[in-house]
């Protein structure tokens, strides 16, 4: 019996299971509706898709490099729970996933779950290990960096992940300055970068601060010069302390080195999204549950 794309969406329906598990089931079941279902529920991915709406805001920032470090990617991967960020079999398809966006280099994150994982995309891969663990799994983003310089990389903890792009210095330099942006993360290389109408915000928010000191215009213009020099100099890579020598800013750093910034790419696991407020003891009751 033909398959058509009916009756994929009624299956869907009832059972939340993934666009191609309802074709795949429907076609094992030579298109008989009840007995898909009874392979989906059978197989475990009945539920799978239903987990979708939960919010992922944990998980792991995945890391992979090639060509000696000239290339680099960094995957975001989410889950519910820091529990099953932790879980071995979570891990390994993040890290499949990031050497799946080095080595196949797909435009967007779609055309990232079309590519394989052993034998299934990465979005049949997502739904086996959503269906396996219990909670919802997102593949949310990715960041690519080839150079001609030195790429540094780093992950803290899983959670945190940089790229940054150096000229000049030497490994060590450029880990450390990965390490550093992880650790302040400006939002900026320099001054220079930071668009004209956040400077122009922030002089307003500024000056109508100083203003309501009551300090003569002359002292006003004084104030807010100083304090605009500082906002940049804490927004900006170049402006900060070096993370390692709070003596010296990272611009010194790169003068002593000979060397300089072309740009960088900083992830926060579940930056933006809302966040559920949970304590372990509900995460852990929630796996036991299975829900």
Known sequence: MAVTAAMVKELRERTGAGMMECKKALVETDGDLETAIEFLRKSGLAQADKKASRVAAEGKIALALADGGKQAVMVEINCETDFVAKDASFIAFADA?????????????????????????????????????????????????????????????????????????????????????????????????????????????????????????????????????????????????????????????????????NGFNRLAVGEGIEKKEENFADEVMQQVSGG
Do not use: C, W
Request: hydrophobic letters at 40%; charged letters at 25%; a negative charge.
């Open 97 to 261: 996933v990031a050497s799946n966006t080095l080595n196949d280099a797909p435009a967007d994150v779609d055309a990232l779950m079309t590519t394989s994982i052993n034998s299934d995309s990465v979005e049949e891969a997502r739904q086996a290990l959503i269906s396996k663990i219990g909670e919802n799994i997102q593949v949310r983003r990715f960041v690519r960096e080839s150079t001609e310089g030195t790429l540094g990389a780093y992950v803290h903890g899983g959670k945190i992940g940089v790229l940054v792009d150096v000229s000049g210095g030497d490994e060590e330099l450029a880990r450390d300055l990965a390490m550093h942006i992880a650790a302040l993360n400006p939002e900026y290389v320099s001054a220079d970068d930071v668009p004209a109408d956040i400077i122009a915000r922030e002089k307003d928010i500024l000056i109508a601060q100083a203003e309501s000191s009551g300090k003569p215009p002359e002292i006003i213009e004084k104030m807010v010069v100083g304090r605009l020099r500082k906002h940049l100099s804490g927004i900006t890579l170049l402006g900060q302390p070096f993370v390692k020598d709070g003596d010296i800013t990272v611009a010194k750093l790169l003068e002593q080195k000979s060397a300089s910034v």
